[in-house]
């Protein structure tokens, strides 16, 4: 069983920078080897692969590419992802994911354990 607590979210102008945590719990290992970052933009809509990262690298949105920026530390049991030029249209709420079991690792669906989301709001 895995445990996820996602903070750092908020009220942000467009342009500006900010940084989601994702807290985890693990009771294996291999339960966080693969984890990522979604998001839900409105209440009934698909969450979103934002991005990804495994042992191998990384994976990212195509509308996210070169502004967020995934990252984690073992030692702290802690996933992050650094939003740079925040947009109205990055207005969401985030969720972190883990046990990734196979396929697209930006879909929803490959992850089974996920956080209750932080919410990011954008003005312009």
């Known amino acids: 069983q895995v445990q996820l607590l996602e903070s750092g979210g908020g009220s942000v102008q467009a342009g500006e920078s900010l940084r989601l945590s994702c807290e985890y719990t693990v009771q294996y290992a291999g339960e966080t080897v693969a984890m990522a970052w979604f998001r839900r933009q409105a209440p009934g809509q698909e969450r979103e692969g934002v991005a990804a990262i495994y042992s191998g690298g990384t994976f990212y949105g195509d509308s996210v590419k070169g502004r967020f920026t995934i990252s984690r530390d073992n030692a702290r049991r802690a996933l992050y992802l650094q939003m740079n030029s925040v947009r109205p249209e990055d207005t969401a709420m985030y969720y972190c994911?883990?046990?990734w079991g196979g396929g697209d690792r930006l879909r929803p669906t490959s992850y089974k354990y996920w956080g209750q989301g932080t919410q990011v709001t954008v003005s312009s």
């Open positions: 994911a883990s046990y």
